[in-house]
């Protein structure tokens, strides 16, 4: 009986960026005019006019009867009643896809309130969901935080992983650009991320990755970083592993990752030992015990450059923190060690050098006394004498102890 594959019959992947809300619709506009391929796009909103303004070839309008197409007004509470409204029409949209990504902007009221609906609605179809948002600038005010803070909540309960960017830390990353283009480099975590998994999935390589191997790294894995890097020179590798690992704009690191993906891609002459030292040079980051897929390819169009691509997960809360084993802790990576450092408490030993009397190897001058050394210890044991209130010889914070 002969033996054959069904090439035509596989399918790629099906991949759909659903940008909601305002912010979450000019993120999309902006990945398409940028022209990322090998993804679909929808707007999801509940401004009519907004929706009309899309380039995304699929547009959801929610909530129609609750808001009449004016929008959610900065509440969130009515972005999610018009998301549970049109809820069939958000389901219907992404039904065919094996990942989702949700932008949006927490803090208003479409975003914040429609977002975690729209995650749910992908939950509950068992498609891998991966959440990109930003909070608010500090000046937005306390109100807006807070509705941001409760947006992301909700949504990091619907959501397999969640990246968030905060607005605030452009002002830290980025010197003389436009309000425009300061959003532009806060849509390129979300555009680079996209790509990478899309470049992961579809082109081939000398050591392959699939969809499998995303879904067994980001399924339910809580926060994520997603960075990409690319360098050429000396030092390439290294230089490129460093700024996938290192995003300024990102909450998170990849310290003690017990996910981690890595790919690296290179021009015709990448050589063995760039990718080890590379490759070292993330994992070194990562948790001992750390679930690691690796992927090479080759492309020409790179030429003298190296691009690596790094998804990290699970890297946050105590559950996934208390299960180490304790020989595990050995092998600690530079960030951690550098915190251990910091954060390590004065040795007793400078104490008992502070409390031992002092020693002397020559007589002191004739008429000078040796000035007993006196410990917090003594100062607590002494009993409180009212005469010594008038004895000005006395320091002026034993004089007053009694008060």
């Known amino acids: 009986m002969p033996f054959g594959l069904d090439f035509e019959s596989s399918q790629p992947a099906q991949l759909k960026v659903v940008g909601v809300g305002g912010a979450g619709n000019n993120a999309v506009n902006r990945m398409i005019q940028y022209g990322l391929k090998g993804v679909e796009f929808i707007s999801v909103n509940t401004d009519k006019q907004a929706l009309y303004h899309s380039r995304a070839g699929q547009k959801v309008q929610i909530g129609e009867k609750a808001t009449k197409g004016l929008g959610a007004g900065a509440d969130p509470e009515m972005g999610r009643k018009a998301a549970e409204e049109s809820r069939e029409a958000i ?36 498609i891998l969901t991966i959440g990109v948002v930003t909070k608010p600038f500090g000046f937005e005010g306390k109100v807006r935080m807070n509705n941001a803070i409760n947006g992301i909540t909700n949504l990091k309960e619907n959501v397999d992983t969640l990246i968030i960017i905060p607005n605030d830390r452009l002002l830290d990353t980025v010197n003389n650009v436009t309000f425009t283009e300061a959003f532009c480099i806060a849509d390129d975590v979300l555009r680079q991320g ?11 390589g000398i050591v392959n990755l699939d969809f499998a191997d995303i879904r067994t790294i980001m399924r339910e894995r809580g926060m994520a970083h997603m960075g990409i890097g690319m360098a050429s020179g000396e030092n390439r590798g290294i230089e490129a592993a460093k700024q996938a690992v290192e995003s300024s ?33 993330i994992r070194n980051f990562a948790d001992p015990g750390a679930n690691i897929i690796f992927g090479a390819g080759i492309d020409d169009e790179l030429g003298d450059a190296i691009r690596i691509t790094v998804i990290a997960t699970g890297f946050e809360g105590a559950d996934q923190v208390a299960d180490k084993k304790p020989e595990n802790s050995v092998r600690q990576t530079i960030g951690a060690m550098k915190s251990q450092r910091s954060e390590q408490k004065e040795p007793e030993v400078w104490y008992e050098r502070r409390t031992k009397k002092p020693e002397y190897s020559a007589p002191l001058p004739d008429g000078e006394e040796v000035t007993p ?16 209130k008038n004895n000005l010889d006395l320091p002026s914070f034993l004089r007053n102890r009694g008060e």
């Open 249 to 281: 704009l990102l909450e998170t690191s990849i310290n003690g990752a017990r996910g981690l993906i890595i790919n690296i891609t290179g021009g015709p002459q990448m050589g063995l030992k760039e990718v080890n030292e590379a490759s070292e040079f």
């Open 373 to 388: 050394h006196v410990t917090r210890k003594d100062l607590n044991k002494t009993e409180y004498n009212p005469k010594e």
């Open 91 to 126: 389901t219907e949209a992404i039904k065919d896809s094996d990942l989702v990504f949700i932008t949006a902007g927490m803090g208003g009221g479409t975003g914040t309130g429609a977002a975690p609906i729209v995650a749910a609605c992908a939950k509950e179809l068992g």
């Open 194 to 204: 996209i790509q990478g998994i899309s470049d992961l999935i579809s082109q081939p």
